[in-house]
C-alpha cells in the first residue's frame, strides 16, 4: 500500500496509472500536478486525482513515490522542481518512451539525488490523449521496462516495479542504451512512418476523395498517427541517433523496393513480401502463447 503518490501530467499514462492503482486499492492519495488547471479539474471529476497541487514543494511532501508522465522534454525541469524538496524516502520514477536522455537530464538535476530516481518505461497506450483517456486496465498484460541505475537501491527498484504490478504489469529490465536502440526500431520508426504517410495524403490536391475511399488498412496502418503529436515530437529528438539510424536502414529497403518495382522483379518484390508475412506471423504465435501461458498461469 502506497500512502501517497504524485502525478506529474494526469492524462492517458499518468491518469491510467493513478486509476489502475486505485482499482487495486494499492494506494491512498493521489496529487496531481499539470500544466493546465481544466486538465487537473478533469482529472480530479474523473477521480483520477484526489488533490490538485497547489505547489510542487506541497505535492511531493511525504510522498512514497512520483511518476513524471508528462512529455519526455519536460523531464529536467521537472526534476530540477521537485529535486529541493525531494525527502528520503520518496521514489521518483518516469513513463518516458526513451531513457538516455531522462537519465542524463535526470542526473544533472537530481545530482547527488539520483539514486532515488528509478527510470521506467510502460509499454502501453491509445491514440487518445488526456485525462478522459485515461482507463484503469490500461497495463493489464502489458510490459513495463524499468532501466534501474548502478545508484538505486533493491527496496527502490521493488517500490517502482510493484506498484507497477499492482497496475497489472509485466516488469521487464532492460539498460537505458539498448532500451532506446530497440524502441527505435519497433516503436519510435513506426509512429514517424505513420504521421509521414498520413500527412503526404493529407497534402494532396484530392486528399478529400484519398480519405473516402481510405478503408480498414489505411486505418490500421495509420492508426498511431492519432497520438499526441507534442509527445512524439519530444520522442523523435530525444532518441535522434537511434531513430536515424533505423530510418536510414528502412531508407535503403525501400530504394532495393523501389528498383525492384520499377524493374518489375516480382521474384524480389514477391520475396520481401513472403520474409515480412512469414516475420509477422512467427511474432504474433509468440505473443499469443505467451498469453495463453499467462492465462494458465493465471488460472493456477
Same mark, same amino acid.
Given at each position: 500500500?502506497?500512502?501517497?503518490?504524485?502525478?506529474?501530467?494526469?492524462?492517458?499514462?499518468?491518469?491510467?496509472?493513478?486509476?489502475?492503482?486505485?482499482?487495486?486499492?494499492?494506494?491512498?492519495?493521489?496529487?496531481?500536478?499539470?500544466?493546465?488547471?481544466?486538465?487537473?479539474?478533469?482529472?480530479?471529476?474523473?477521480?483520477?486525482?484526489?488533490?490538485?497541487? +497547489?505547489? *510542487?514543494? /506541497? %505535492?511531493?511532501?511525504? @510522498?512514497?513515490?512520483?511518476? &513524471?508522465?508528462?512529455? $519526455?522534454?519536460?523531464?529536467?525541469?521537472?526534476?530540477?522542481?521537485?529535486?529541493?524538496?525531494?525527502?528520503?524516502?520518496?521514489?521518483?520514477?518516469?513513463?518516458?518512451?526513451?531513457? +538516455?536522455? *531522462?537519465? /542524463? %537530464?535526470?542526473?544533472? @538535476?537530481?545530482?547527488?539525488? &539520483?539514486?532515488?530516481? $528509478?527510470?521506467?518505461?510502460?509499454?502501453?497506450?491509445?491514440?487518445?490523449?488526456?485525462?478522459?483517456?485515461?482507463?484503469?486496465?490500461?497495463?493489464?498484460?502489458?510490459?513495463?521496462?524499468?532501466?534501474?541505475?548502478?545508484?538505486?537501491?533493491? @527496496?527502490?527498484?521493488?517500490?517502482?516495479?510493484?506498484?507497477?504490478?499492482?497496475?497489472?504489469?509485466?516488469?521487464?529490465?532492460?539498460?537505458?542504451?539498448?532500451?532506446?536502440?530497440?524502441?527505435?526500431?519497433?516503436?519510435?520508426?513506426?509512429?514517424?512512418?505513420?504521421?509521414?504517410?498520413?500527412?503526404?495524403?493529407?497534402?494532396?490536391?484530392?486528399?478529400?476523395?484519398?480519405?473516402?475511399?481510405?478503408?480498414?488498412?489505411?486505418?490500421?496502418?495509420?492508426?498511431?498517427?492519432?497520438?499526441?503529436?507534442?509527445?512524439?515530437?519530444?520522442?523523435?529528438?530525444?532518441?535522434?541517433?537511434?531513430?536515424?539510424?533505423?530510418?536510414?536502414?528502412?531508407?535503403?529497403?525501400?530504394?532495393?523496393?523501389?528498383?525492384?518495382?520499377?524493374?518489375?522483379?516480382?521474384?524480389?518484390?514477391?520475396?520481401?513480401?513472403?520474409?515480412?508475412?512469414?516475420?509477422?506471423?512467427?511474432?504474433?504465435?509468440?505473443?499469443?502463447?505467451?498469453?495463453?501461458?499467462?492465462?494458465?498461469?493465471?488460472?493456477?
Amino acid at each position: 500500500m502506497l500512502n501517497k503518490i504524485v502525478i506529474f501530467g494526469a492524462g492517458l499514462i499518468g491518469g491510467s496509472f493513478a486509476l489502475a492503482l486505485k482499482k487495486a486499492h494499492a494506494v491512498q492519495q493521489v496529487v496531481g500536478v499539470g500544466r493546465s488547471v481544466a486538465a487537473m479539474e478533469r482529472a480530479r471529476e474523473l477521480g483520477i486525482v484526489d488533490v490538485i497541487a +497547489t505547489s *510542487v514543494a /506541497a %505535492a511531493v511532501d511525504g @510522498a512514497d513515490l512520483i511518476l &513524471i508522465a508528462a512529455p $519526455v522534454a519536460q523531464t529536467g525541469a521537472i526534476l530540477a522542481a521537485i529535486e529541493p524538496h525531494l525527502q528520503p524516502g520518496t521514489v521518483v520514477t518516469d513513463a518516458g518512451s526513451t531513457k +538516455t536522455d *531522462v537519465v /542524463a %537530464a535526470a542526473r544533472q @538535476a537530481l545530482g547527488a539525488k &539520483i539514486g532515488q530516481f $528509478v527510470p521506467g518505461h510502460p509499454i502501453a497506450g491509445r491514440e487518445l490523449n488526456g485525462p478522459d483517456a485515461a482507463i484503469d486496465h490500461l497495463y493489464v498484460g502489458k510490459k513495463t521496462v524499468l532501466a534501474p541505475l548502478p545508484e538505486n537501491s533493491d @527496496a527502490d527498484i521493488a517500490r517502482v516495479a510493484l506498484a507497477w504490478e499492482a497496475c497489472g504489469a509485466i516488469i521487464h529490465r532492460l539498460t537505458a542504451e539498448k532500451h532506446d536502440r530497440i524502441f527505435a526500431a519497433v516503436s519510435h520508426l513506426p509512429h514517424l512512418l505513420a504521421y509521414v504517410l498520413v500527412d503526404d495524403v493529407a497534402k494532396k490536391p484530392h486528399a478529400d476523395l484519398l480519405f473516402q475511399y481510405a478503408a480498414s488498412g489505411f486505418r490500421d496502418f495509420t492508426r498511431i498517427a492519432g497520438s499526441s503529436a507534442e509527445m512524439w515530437r519530444d520522442i523523435s529528438l530525444a532518441n535522434q541517433t537511434a531513430l536515424l539510424e533505423e530510418l536510414d536502414s528502412y531508407m535503403l529497403q525501400l530504394g532495393r523496393l523501389r528498383a525492384s518495382l520499377a524493374a518489375a522483379d516480382g521474384a524480389a518484390i514477391e520475396a520481401v513480401y513472403s520474409n515480412a508475412q512469414q516475420a509477422r506471423q512467427n511474432w504474433i504465435r509468440t505473443i499469443e502463447a505467451a498469453e495463453s501461458q499467462k492465462n494458465i498461469q493465471g488460472g493456477d
